[in-house]
């Protein structure tokens, strides 16, 4: 259930988190910057837990000036946000913890960086550490009169509060820290100015497949640099990859992965759709639309933890499934149309390649109809609806 209170929009990661406290000692909680992590921690832990912020050079001189006074007035139930900001705390939770392990809930420790962060716990915490990710506001957590919106206008928590006033302006200053300070503590990207072009490039690619060598031609770069390029910005939470599906694990890693925005307003910015009118007519309409519907159910896995893995499927005659939800037991096949009226031939490559035993759906912006031969045929709203409540 969404409810605004004090300005916050409970999110489903909540319940998670809670129960993440009672199983580890320690819990990492990543995702991209201004997704809400804070304001989630700050708020659901208030009357439980210290929060202790590292993007306070204070505090990172009061740290590292007596680490061992810092830990023990700091020893339990303790936030430590933005961790990487000072990477030597995690060797001082890791003894605090192997002091006390049989207490869970000890720390929690949050940040933006998913590469700076899992370097330091695979060092330090693992086998210590329950791991989560936030990611923007989910379908059902956006209020329902912005829930269309959402679509080509994005789902960071400030930008739906403010009901996207300002749009612009929030994601040019968004691109500008990104570039100018998060960037610099990820690694060295060398070329600024061709980093950013990659992004646009990307947004004018999305759900489609990576062609690396084009990448690199278009920019002048080597593909080495074009897959370091990637990987950053995978880290830091701009986009994600889905891999094809293939029984043989080894064709899984050596094909080329589809590629998606974790948000799709920020897609709709680097394109220049600034209106519904615009989305409607662009020829990212039908690319910005599968790149939601995947995105929002990656934000469903990721926040409640169902352990399901996400995959696209194409043969070599070029028959192609957008997306396999993969539960390890069963498999489930969505393909996903922009269109409003339904056609028997959006779901002729469902119905050549499921079992009889496997679910598949269309998720489009139609009316929900009957379904046939194990296919649901789903608008969008009732599609997403029924996945969050796995």
């Known amino acids: 259930m969404v409810f605004l209170m004090s300005n916050y929009i409970s999110r489903t990661a909540e319940d998670t988190l809670l129960k993440y406290l009672s199983a580890f000692p320690v819990v990492g909680l990543t995702g991209p910057r ?9 708020e659901l ?6 929060y202790v912020t590292f993007d306070s050079p204070t505090t990172v001189a009061e ?14 139930k303790v936030i430590f946000d933005e961790a990487q900001k000072a990477p030597e705390i995690f060797s001082y939770v890791k003894i605090a913890v192997d002091n006390d392990r049989d207490k869970y809930g000890k720390f929690i420790l949050s940040g933006s960086s998913h590469f700076t962060l899992m370097k330091n716990i695979s060092e330090s915490l693992a086998g210590r550490i329950g791991l ?12 329902q009169n912005l829930q269309e919106q959402s679509i080509f206008k994005g789902a960071y928590p400030e930008l739906v509060k403010r009901e996207y006033n300002f749009r612009n302006e929030w994601y040019q200053a968004y691109i500008n820290t990104y570039l100018e300070k998060d960037l610099r503590s990820i690694s060295d990207i060398g070329n600024i100015r061709d980093f950013f072009r990659l992004i646009k490039l990307l947004a004018a690619r999305c759900s489609q497949r990576i062609n ?5 031609s278009e920019l002048g770069v080597a593909v080495n640099t074009v897959k370091h390029w990637l990987s950053v910005l995978e880290a830091s939470y701009i986009i994600f990859f889905l891999p094809p ?12 992965p589809k590629l998606y925005f974790h948000d799709t307003g920020l897609v709709s910015f680097l394109a220049g759709i600034e209106t519904e009118t615009q989305f ?11 790149n939601y519907i995947v995105s929002e159910v990656k934000k469903i896995i990721e926040h409640k933890k169902p352990f399901f893995n996400l995959y696209y499927y194409r043969t070599a005659s070029g028959l192609e499934i957008d997306m396999i939800i993969d539960k390890n037991q069963s498999r489930e096949w969505v393909e996903i149309k922009t269109g409003e009226t339904f056609q ?15 679910n598949g759906f269309l998720v489009y912006r139609g009316v929900t109809k009957p379904g046939t031969d194990g296919i649901e045929i789903l608008n969008y709203k009732d599609f997403l609806r029924g996945f969050s409540q796995h």
């Open 344 to 358: 028997t031939k959006f779901i002729s490559s469902i119905g050549k390649t499921k079992n009889t035993k496997e």
């Open 45 to 50: 832990l208030k009357d439980e837990y210290k």
């Open 132 to 143: 989560l990710t936030l990611l923007p506001l989910q379908f059902g957590e956006i209020p």
């Open 245 to 256: 599906y293939f029984d043989n694990l080894g064709k899984r890693i050596v094909k080329s």
């Open 280 to 290: 409607e007519n662009s020829l990212l309409t039908g690319p910005l639309f599968e």
């Open 34 to 42: 201004q997704s809400g992590k804070s304001t989630l921690l700050k």
């Open 212 to 216: 690396f060598s084009e990448l690199a």
């Open 63 to 76: 740290f590292r000036d007596d680490p061992e006074r810092f830990m023990r007035i700091n020893a339990d």
